[in-house]
């Protein structure tokens, strides 16, 4: 889409592009569902096109394109989180001042992300799982969620681990 020069919004499409649209799309007509499939697309085509933000899903969100872009400019880091069951999620946080406590907001964004898009349809006790697991970074647990992750020694393409906590248990006292 392009704008004309009275400001209204005119639909180009390309003759590589293939689709059956007219190039004078009555935007007034189309339903909702339309409007997203059309925004969709062509948000997918923009993406498949650009050769930094074609590694992206199909289904991109803005925030994951904020975040390329970012990484790209050296205005964020990329972080290798593993879990126990052998997935590496790839999450992505501002490169100054961010701590452990952003990263794991970012691993929970990425994880809910991640349970969407493979259509597993559990709910997520975070609560759980903070109080089973802690992150762990060159086998130093990161407890401190004020810590600065730069100050940890955490740069880009760095790798966090799930690690379970170990509870020491108290014996009941008995009078």
């Known amino acids: 889409m392009k704008m004309d020069s009275a400001g209204r919004a005119e639909n180009v499409v390309s003759e590589n592009s293939g689709r059956d649209e007219p190039s004078d799309l009555d935007v007034e007509n189309l339903t909702h569902e339309e409007l997203l499939e059309i925004t969709r697309r062509t948000v997918n085509d923009i993406v498949a096109a650009d050769r930094f933000l ?14 390329a872009i970012a990484v790209h400019y050296g205005q964020s880091i990329t972080i290798f989180v593993e879990r126990n069951d052998d997935v590496t999620l790839s999450v992505t946080v501002p490169q100054r001042d961010s701590t452990v406590l952003d990263l794991k907001k ?13 259509k597993i349809d559990t709910k997520v006790s975070w609560r759980y799982i903070w109080r089973t697991y802690s992150l762990s970074f060159n086998g130093v647990k990161l407890n401190d969620d004020r810590a600065q992750l730069h100050k940890l020694g955490i740069v880009h393409h760095s790798t966090v681990k799930f690690v379970k906590k170990l509870r020491v248990k108290t014996p009941l006292i008995n009078d």
């Open 106 to 118: 970012r691993i929970k964004t990425t994880m809910m992300l991640y349970l969407r898009r493979h």
């Open 54 to 67: 074609k590694v992206l899903p199909q289904d991109v969100t803005l925030d994951e394109v904020n975040s």
